[in-house]
């Protein structure tokens, strides 16, 4: 039976829409968190974005950012949304084609569509939905290549995969899993040279997306993450060096725990009972088709425990948060054994049972609930169509300024600081908003306000060194008002400076006495957050703790201390960090 049979491509069609309905019905309405608001910007603006670069989806995010519905922010959020769904539909035309059963197909497709990982990634402007769409396409061609040994599917197989990884450069660790595959399909390919240089040929071919992002920063995009005008920095770019990614014989307990991590988020991802019945599938798969079995089990494998394994930890707290987006396609392996399960289970069924057709269909009802029921337990969890607090907290941090001010943001490399800048980097360059003021930070993203070089020793510095030599850049501009997103107080800083709070910002003054001569003017703001979205996440608890800390500081300076100890507490009560030290420090000299 083909894959492409009428049937099988109207219900995939109607898989699709079906999920991508619900998406929308939770699709972000504007930036989110982490990387979001920088997708959409250099998605907007043909920029290049933070390391590899991630062409391919920018240039589908600026098509995306032409369709005339909501904002732009909503605009390229959607495509998230559409990729996912789309993965989705491919999933069930995968599971069919293994099965050959329509029902079992859809359910277990509608199983990953609404699981929370999944969908929670389909709401708002990041690659992963893209990623997956790739993955499922290019496990889709193999199992069609595999059946009728067409050479044109390798060809596009071939292409497709070089274009994948303009996407995201992790799809380089499917690799082995598709190159195991066709080895185990038709191990004559290994004598056939001629071929195999064509299929490299395809794949770079796919590859020259890339060449996009020396043609962008030549051109000065609005959003340059970085200049690419050499071989090196191109290169650097593309590996993500200045990551220092790869890191095999690093901290192997906290790999290990985050392996731990990582098992129970596909308990919590499908309960432990489908979990159960998804690796029984793949031992009823493993006798059907061994090569089908070892191929799914390394793409699994090759998501999930490679990348942990060879990647370095980094420096978030919330780690596993950070890393369980990398896991999609593994959940989607998990969900195509699942499904070969409930196939065997049926089959298994009509030999056993007399009244077979009975059980089929209770069978049958009961898969479709698992998918109902992750569809409203996930529902509210994963529904961002009013979560406009990072937007609005953004806007207000400008707001907090007055006209022709200079921000100077502190970056210490967290998910919670890409967010403020990455949101501010949105409002001035999609949005215009505020165009008035000037904002300095390391990254130079606003190198058309204030075009710093720094020199490589710079980029030695730790976080704080790197803020005092900025520091001392901005105590050279003359008839602006400065200000900084964290603490200064003369304890936290070499130069001594002082800051008042000022709304979501802080006003800098050569010395304390200066801050308190000018006490008056502060621009008493404290209306930013409201509304903080119910939901147990890390990275919004840090930048609302963050808000608390501003106000704690700013009803210090009023001298309400009982205001301020509220705010300290509501502050630690989401996140204790090193503002809170510098809370202290301020609280002691400012009461002196």
Same mark, same amino acid.
């Given at each position: ?106 359910? %277990?497709? $509608?199983? @990953? !569509?609404?699981?929370? #990982? ?5 709401? +708002? ?128 307990? %906290?790999? $290990?725990? @985050? !392996?731990?991590?990582? #098992? ?5 991802? +499908? ?322």
């Amino acid at each position: 039976m083909s894959v492409l049979k009428t049937k099988n491509i109207l219900i995939s069609v109607l898989i699709f829409i079906i999920v991508l309905t619900v998406y929308i019905m939770t699709l972000a309405p504007t930036v989110y968190i982490g990387d979001s608001a920088e997708f959409i910007t250099a998605s907007y603006t043909l920029g290049v974005a933070h390391p590899p670069g991630f062409p391919l989806y920018t240039i589908l995010g600026k098509v995306f950012s032409l369709i005339p519905l909501n904002s732009i922010a909503w605009r390229i959020n959607l495509m998230s949304a559409f990729f996912g769904a789309l993965t989705v539909s491919l999933v069930y035309l995968i599971i069919h084609k293994l099965t050959k059963k329509y029902l079992v197909a859809a359910a %277990a497709s $509608l199983t @990953l !569509g609404f699981s929370q #990982l999944f969908w929670s990634q389909s709401l +708002f402007a990041e690659v992963y939905t893209l990623n997956s769409f790739f993955a499922v396409l290019l496990f889709l061609i193999l199992l069609i290549w595999s059946e009728n040994k067409k050479i044109k599917n390798l060809y596009w197989f071939s292409f497709l995969f070089g274009l994948s990884i303009t996407n995201h450069t992790i799809m380089i660790l499917l690799a082995p899993a598709f190159a195991l595959y066709i080895i185990l399909v038709d191990s004559q390919i290994l004598k056939n040279i001629k071929l195999i240089i064509k299929m490299f040929l395809f794949f770079l071919l796919g590859l020259l997306v890339y060449l996009y992002l020396p043609m962008r920063s030549a051109q000065k995009a609005e959003f340059l993450w970085s200049e690419i005008n050499s071989l090196t920095s191109f290169w650097s770019h593309v590996t993500r060096s200045q990551y220092g990614d790869v890191e095999i014989f690093g901290d192997i307990l %906290a790999k $290990l725990n @985050l !392996g731990k991590e990582f #098992l129970v988020e596909l308990v919590r991802q +499908f309960l432990w009972p489908a979990i159960v019945a998804a690796l029984t599938g793949l031992i009823v798969l493993f006798k059907k088709s061994y090569k089908l079995a070892v191929f799914t089990f390394a793409v699994f494998i090759f998501n999930s425990l490679a990348i942990i394994f060879l990647r370095s930890i980094g420096m978030e707290t919330n780690i596993h948060e950070v890393y369980k987006v990398y896991y999609l396609p593994a959940l989607m392996v998990v969900v195509i054994w699942l499904g070969i399960f409930i196939s065997w289970i049926i089959d298994l069924v009509k030999v056993k049972i007399k009244f077979h057709k009975v059980f089929e269909v209770i069978i049958i009802i009961l898969f479709f609930s698992s998918a109902v029921y992750l569809l409203t337990v996930n529902f509210e969890r994963n529904d961002l169509s009013n979560f406009w607090l990072t937007y609005n907290y953004a806007k207000d941090t400008l707001d907090s300024m007055e006209e022709n001010a200079v921000l100077f943001y502190i970056y210490d490399g967290t998910t919670t600081s890409d967010t403020e800048i990455f949101n501010l980097v949105y409002l001035k360059m999609v949005e215009n908003y505020r165009s008035d003021i000037a904002i300095i930070s390391e990254h130079n993203f606003f190198y058309k306000d204030f075009n710093l070089e720094f020199p490589l020793s710079f980029f030695q510095l730790d976080n704080i060194s790197k803020r005092d030599e900025l520091l001392k850049l901005t105590s050279q501009i003359n008839n602006q008002d400065i200000y900084i997103n964290n603490i200064l107080n003369q304890r936290n800083n070499s130069l001594g400076f002082f800051s008042l709070a000022n709304g979501l910002v802080y006003k800098i003054y050569p010395n304390l006495e200066k801050a308190k001569q000018d006490i008056t003017n502060i621009n008493f703001r404290v209306d930013s957050i409201g509304q903080e979205r119910a939901k147990e996440d890390e990275v919004i608890k840090k930048l609302v703790a963050h808000h608390y800390y501003n106000l704690a500081v700013l009803y210090l300076n009023q001298n309400n201390q009982r205001q301020s100890d509220y705010y300290l507490q509501e502050a630690l009560r989401r996140f204790s960090s090193q503002e809170y030290i510098d809370y202290l420090q301020y609280q002691e000299l400012w009461q002196k």
